[in-house]
Nanobody, 123 residues
Framework: QVQLVESGGGSVQAGGSLRLSCAAS????????MGWFRQTPGKEREGVAL???????TYADSVKGRFTISKDNAKSTLYLQMNSLKPEDTAMYYC?????????????????WGQGTQVTVSS
């Protein structure tokens, strides 16, 4: 079992930056895939960024060039650096982790999810 706790959300004006963190209760080096997802009321959850055990990253088209996913295995923490934020980035952001799947994609059946952290971007 892995517990994930997100932090770093908040309110920011358009063009600003935030860094989200996701602290894991176990060594993330054992995890095949970790990622960030977001959801707004009435909409489906969407994938934002992924990082696999080798450090390979994947981004949604909407955030490419603005967001950066990274992880610190020693601290068992996943990060999402968000720059040039837009009002449409407003959402609840969730951290997710998978241990056993062979692939790391937005369609992976992630085993573990955090409770989420709210990001609000005003124009």
């Amino acid at each position: 079992q892995v517990q994930l706790v997100e932090s770093g959300g908040g309110s920011v004006q358009a063009g600003g930056s935030l860094r989200l963190s996701c602290a894991a209760s176990r060594w993330i080096s054992l995890l095949n895939c970790m990622g960030w997802f977001r959801q707004t009321p009435g909409k489906e959850r969407e994938g934002v960024a992924l990082i696999n055990s080798y450090g390979r990253t994947t981004y949604a088209d909407s955030v490419k060039g603005r967001f950066t996913i990274s992880k610190d295995n020693a601290k068992s923490t996943l990060y999402l650096q968000m720059n040039s934020l837009k009002p449409e980035d407003t959402a609840m952001y969730y951290c997710a982790a998978d241990r056993f799947s062979s692939y790391c994609t937005f369609g992976t059946a992630f085993d573990y999810w955090g409770q989420g952290t709210q990001v609000t971007v005003s124009s």
